[in-house]
């Protein structure tokens, strides 16, 4: 009995063995009988690969480096259909766990997230399997909307034609890649800062800044009134490199930059630190930041009673002032000591005393919900920065 038991157990692995294709490593394409599955795009992270069946492979999703790093399981690839069929790839995550629901793409522009019942995922959340049906148009699956670079530069470039901002580069990364710099009124001495994407998975977050941007820039009275006053200074996209990888969380250099503000031994927040001393050396008055992240849910981080801002408690009244006019939208904030980690709202505070947020957005919210609120938080705060400074 034991014997056949063993028999069977072999034959199993040997018929396994024979369904199971070449294993390709990434930025190779992986072939199925019925689709090809590809990673030759920026954002692309698939890893190794091979075909288990005629409609299906096995993919392992890795993060960008060896160590700890934080468990945000950025995946995004491309599959290409070679006849009708229900396909599943099974994705196997090493490093972290899976986190991000699957998103569908034929443009690249649309998305929408694949129903539940077409992504099963394991118990522990080390394995996600997707299955679906495909005709004969490609498309991409990706943990969020693929906003890469290109997208940027078009946004950048509708935002640079209201005239209401100049856009620069503020410098290059390791990569070559650069990294834009936004400016409005820099004739004002009073500014506001913000930062997007030091974290390249973190989508929710990136569609908050654009948002949150466009309001400040739109043609309306009050923010009008605030670009007269203000010198606003973004910079949406602080990591290029790692956005074009599709890293979870680092930079080419291996570093999360969102710790390395203080030390900047990273290109990336060196450009930050010169561009703030060049700042100070001109006589201008940083008065509030916020730099734009996604996590669990919709939260901000900010100081508590014994860090005091100038001027005092603006982050809770700003945020009072928004949370009557946002539906759809549930969201805190949190009020912390600051402590010596090297993020970019506790330097920023450290540094000038000023009112510094991460403004978190939750992975899954509602990406018309979330551009809603932005809006508020902005009008909101232009109308509490007019008030106070
Ligand atoms: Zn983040």
Same mark, same amino acid.
């Given at each position: 009995?034991?014997?056949?038991?063993?028999?069977?157990?072999?034959?199993?692995?040997?018929?396994?063995?024979?369904?199971?294709?070449?294993s390709v490593p990434a930025?190779q394409?992986c072939?199925?009988?019925?689709?090809?599955?590809?990673?030759?795009?920026?954002?692309?992270?698939r890893g190794r690969c091979a075909?288990?069946?005629?409609?299906?492979?096995r993919i392992t999703i890795l993060?960008?480096?060896?160590?700890?790093?934080?468990?945000?399981?950025?995946?995004?690839?491309?599959?290409?259909?070679?006849?009708?069929?229900?396909?599943?790839?099974?994705?196997n995550?090493r490093?972290?766990?899976?986190?991000?629901?699957?998103?569908?793409?034929?443009?690249?522009?649309?998305?929408?997230?694949?129903?539940?019942?077409?992504?099963?995922?394991?118990?522990?959340?080390?394995?996600?399997?997707?299955?679906?049906?495909?005709?004969?148009?490609?498309?991409?699956?990706?943990?969020?909307?693929?906003?890469?670079?290109?997208?940027?530069?078009?946004?950048?470039?509708?935002?640079?034609?209201?005239?209401?901002?100049?856009?620069?580069?503020?410098?290059?990364?390791?990569?070559?890649?650069?990294?834009?710099?936004?400016?409005?009124?820099?004739?004002?001495?009073?500014?506001?800062?913000?930062?997007?994407?030091?974290?390249?998975?973190?989508?929710?977050?990136?569609?908050?800044?654009?948002?949150?941007?466009?309001?400040?820039?739109?043609?309306?009275?009050?923010?009008?009134?605030?670009?007269?006053?203000?010198?606003?200074?973004?910079?949406?996209?602080?990591?290029?490199?790692?956005?074009?990888?599709?890293?979870?969380?680092?930079?080419?250099?291996?570093?999360?930059?969102?710790?390395?503000?203080?030390?900047?031994?990273?290109?990336?927040?060196?450009?930050?630190?010169?561009?703030?001393?060049?700042?100070?050396?001109?006589?201008?008055?940083?008065?509030?930041?916020?730099?734009?992240?996604?996590?669990?849910?919709?939260?901000?981080?900010?100081?508590?009673?014994?860090?005091?801002?100038?001027?005092?408690?603006?982050? &809770?009244?700003?945020?009072?002032?928004?949370?009557? &006019?946002?539906?759809?939208?549930?969201?805190?904030?949190?009020?912390?000591?600051?402590?010596?980690?090297?993020?970019?709202?506790?330097?920023?505070?450290?540094?000038?005393?000023?009112?510094?947020?991460?403004?978190?957005?939750?992975?899954?919210?509602?990406?018309?919900?979330?551009?809603?609120?932005?809006?508020?938080?902005?009008?909101?705060?232009?109308?509490?920065?007019?008030?106070?400074?």
């Amino acid at each position: 009995m034991i014997r056949r038991l063993l028999i069977s157990t072999w034959l199993l692995l040997l018929l396994a063995a024979c369904a199971t294709g070449p294993s390709v490593p990434a930025r190779q394409a992986c072939e199925a009988s019925s689709f090809t599955l590809v990673d030759d795009f920026a954002g692309a992270r698939r890893g190794r690969c091979a075909a288990t069946g005629d409609n299906e492979v096995r993919i392992t999703i890795l993060p960008e480096s060896d160590g700890y790093i934080n468990d945000s399981a950025w995946f995004a690839y491309k599959v290409v259909p070679k006849t009708n069929a229900t396909i599943a790839i099974t994705m196997n995550y090493r490093g972290g766990h899976h986190r991000y629901k699957p998103k569908l793409s034929y443009d690249g522009i649309g998305w929408s997230a694949l129903p539940d019942e077409q992504v099963r995922v394991s118990i522990d959340k080390r394995q996600a399997i997707v299955t679906l049906p495909v005709d004969d148009r490609a498309f991409w699956i990706a943990g969020g909307e693929l906003l890469t670079p290109p997208l940027y530069d078009v946004w950048t470039t509708k935002m640079a034609s209201t005239g209401q901002t100049r856009p620069s580069v503020l410098g290059r990364t390791p990569g070559g890649n650069p990294i834009t710099l936004l400016q409005s009124n820099n004739e004002a001495k009073d500014v506001l800062f913000l930062v997007g994407r030091q974290h390249p998975p973190e989508i929710s977050g990136a569609v908050a800044f654009f948002a949150f941007y466009e309001a400040l820039m739109a043609d309306t009275a009050l923010a009008g009134e605030f670009r007269q006053r203000f010198h606003v200074i973004a910079i949406p996209m602080l990591n290029p490199d790692g956005v074009i990888g599709g890293n979870w969380r680092h930079n080419l250099g291996s570093t999360d930059l969102n710790r390395d503000w203080g030390p900047f031994r990273q290109a990336e927040t060196q450009l930050v630190e010169t561009l703030l001393n060049t700042l100070d050396s001109e006589g201008k008055r940083i008065r509030v930041f916020l730099d734009f992240h996604s996590t669990r849910k919709n939260v901000f981080y900010t100081q508590n009673d014994a860090n005091p801002t100038d001027p005092p408690h603006f982050t &809770r009244i700003w945020l009072e002032n928004a949370k009557p &006019r946002i539906e759809n939208y549930e969201f805190n904030y949190e009020e912390n000591p600051v402590d010596n980690i090297g993020v970019a709202k506790n330097y920023m505070y450290k540094r000038y005393r000023i009112p510094s947020s991460t403004y978190e957005v939750g992975d899954e919210t509602d990406r018309a919900a979330i551009i809603a609120a932005a809006r508020v938080f902005a009008e909101e705060l232009m109308e509490l920065m007019i008030a106070q400074f």
